[in-house]
């Protein structure tokens, strides 16, 4: 089986502008995470879908969202960018036949300049 | 919220040495993983292990959920074993992770 995959794996913007990340889980797992991960803040839960529904959310600003298409897919979107923004985005997947173990994609690196 | 703390931050061995890495968590909880991050930033599962042991080739763990701490062994430790090591926990699909052990194996 593939495993998770992000889309782009790097990306720069500049303060300001939006930015779209990609996430496509294992086949067949309908729960997608996302993580952001910062030198200063370490690994930090941004949100959890589930059948297209968001489940659970962390402590980020309404800048930060995302959404699950009917294929598991999912992707969040950061608005506004600001330099602080700049981190490793990782997400993560599970099947509910084993509903706690979570696989990670690469991350997506991004740099806000 | 739970606090999750590992221990130590830094590890530095030679190759063929022997470690262990401690994760304390602050409630108790129904899940907890651990992670292997490699340079390039792919976090790995290693275990998943509310509670009991397990065993992985040169790996292993023990969490022991009543006194709220997980213990991850490394044995005959490898270049390759280098990287940051994460425990992290949950009650819900949300995990908590702590700020990791870093470790460096030389040859």
């Known amino acids: 089986k593939a495993g998770v995959t992000q889309t782009p794996r790097y990306l720069i913007k500049t303060r300001g502008q939006q930015v779209t990340l990609s996430c496509s889980p294992i086949?067949?797992?309908?729960?997608v995470s996302w993580y952001q991960q910062t030198p200063g803040q370490g690994l930090q839960f941004l949100f959890e879908?589930?059948?297209?529904?968001?489940?659970n959310k962390g402590n980020f600003p309404g800048r930060f969202s995302g959404r699950q298409f009917s294929n598991s897919r999912s992707e969040m979107n950061v608005s506004t960018l600001e330099l602080g923004d700049s981190a490793l985005y990782l997400c993560?997947?599970?099947?509910?036949?084993?509903?706690?173990?979570?696989?990670f994609g690469p991350g997506t690196r991004l740099l806000v300049l | 919220g739970i606090q999750v703390e590992q221990s130590p931050p830094d590890l530095i061995l030679q190759e063929g040495a022997n470690s262990t890495l401690r994760c304390n968590f602050s409630?108790?909880?129904?899940?907890l993983q651990w992670f292997h991050q490699n340079p390039w930033g792919q976090l790995i599962n290693l275990f998943y292990?509310?509670?009991g042991t397990k065993q992985n080739g040169r790996l292993s763990a023990t969490t022991v959920a009543t006194e709220r701490y997980s213990l991850l062994y490394i044995s005959s430790s490898q270049t390759t074993d280098s990287g940051v090591y994460f425990c992290?926990?949950?009650?819900?699909?949300?995990?908590?992770f702590g700020t990791g052990t870093r470790l460096q194996v030389f040859p």
């Open positions: 993560a997947s599970r099947s509910y036949r084993q509903q706690e173990t979570q696989y």
């Open positions: 086949s067949g797992h309908r729960s």
């Open positions: 879908y589930f059948s297209e529904t968001q489940r």
């Open positions: 409630d108790s909880v129904n899940n």
């Open positions: 292990i509310p509670s």
């Open positions: 992290a926990v949950g009650n819900t699909d949300k995990l908590i």
